[in-house]
């Protein structure tokens, strides 16, 4: 079955530029989609196919995908950026999320 | 704006069947070509996707659990529904409702994004 792998946790202080990566092989070839999950609640959808920002999130929230790796970026973070983010894709008809990385505001 | 809420039972026994509801308000089930999902984390755990369902009935369950999940659609009431079967301890879970798969896509099938989730529900499976 298709893994994608995400690095636990990430810190970055206030400020400084976030990346958070999701490894898969051949990602590249996948639409990406990446959700920030504060505690206590429910996944909300910063990022949908590789790059694309909904209606309502700050465009300091990119994304980009290639090869075996795909990249969330927070720009200038934010001390309420502090959350877990899975990244997602779709393979052979089913759902896959990575394990989800734990970013840390210092 | 679409919205949606899951209501259940927060405790069921062990070997029972787990049932829970999704109730979406500010739209219809029916329209804009949508799926339908089920989606769990386990506590202080990733996220899991359970299966799909499109208005029409169609479903699609993730195979480790497909043995055990029905998911059904009830469009009179603008809601879906999930069932798990023989529950164990190990289905104690965050249960989300959201939106998605977004579309179809003629080579691959459904796919897409799930948004906008539910706030989630816990079930606890325990005697």
């Known amino acids: 079955s298709y893994v994608l792998t995400q690095p636990p946790s990430v810190s970055v202080a206030p400020g400084q530029t976030a990346r958070i990566t999701c490894g898969g092989n051949?990602?590249?070839?996948?639409?990406v989609h990446w959700y920030q999950q504060k505690p206590g609640q429910a996944p909300v959808l910063v990022v949908y196919?590789?790059?694309d920002r909904p209606s309502g999130i700050p465009e300091r929230f990119s994304g980009s995908n290639s090869g075996n790796t795909a990249t969330l970026t927070i720009s200038r973070v934010e001390a309420g950026d502090e959350a877990d983010y899975y990244c997602?894709?779709?393979?052979?008809?089913?759902?896959?999320f990575g394990g989800g990385t734990k970013l840390t505001v210092l | 704006q679409v919205q949606l809420q899951e209501s259940g039972p927060g405790l069921v026994k062990p070997s029972q069947t787990l049932s829970l509801t999704c109730t979406v308000s500010?739209?219809?089930?029916?329209?804009?070509?949508?799926?339908w999902s089920w989606i769990r984390q386990h506590p202080g755990k990733g996220l899991e996707w359970i299966g799909y369902?499109?208005?029409?009935?169609?479903?699609y369950y993730n195979p480790s659990l497909k043995s055990r999940v029905t998911i059904s659609v009830d469009t009179s009431k603008n809601q879906f529904s999930l069932k798990l079967s023989s529950v164990t301890a190990a289905d104690t879970a965050v249960y989300y409702c959201?939106?998605?798969?977004?579309?179809?896509?003629?080579?691959?099938?459904?796919?897409?994004?799930?948004?906008?989730w539910g706030q989630g529900t816990l079930v606890t499976v325990s005697s």
């Open positions: 959201a939106r998605g798969p977004t579309y179809y896509d003629i080579l691959t099938g459904p796919t897409g994004w799930f948004d906008p």
């Open positions: 500010g739209g219809s089930i029916s329209s804009g070509g949508y799926y």
């Open positions: 051949n990602i590249g070839s996948k639409s």
């Open positions: 369902i499109y208005y029409s009935g169609s479903t």
């Open positions: 997602q894709v779709w393979d052979s008809s089913s759902v896959v």
């Open positions: 196919d590789d790059s």
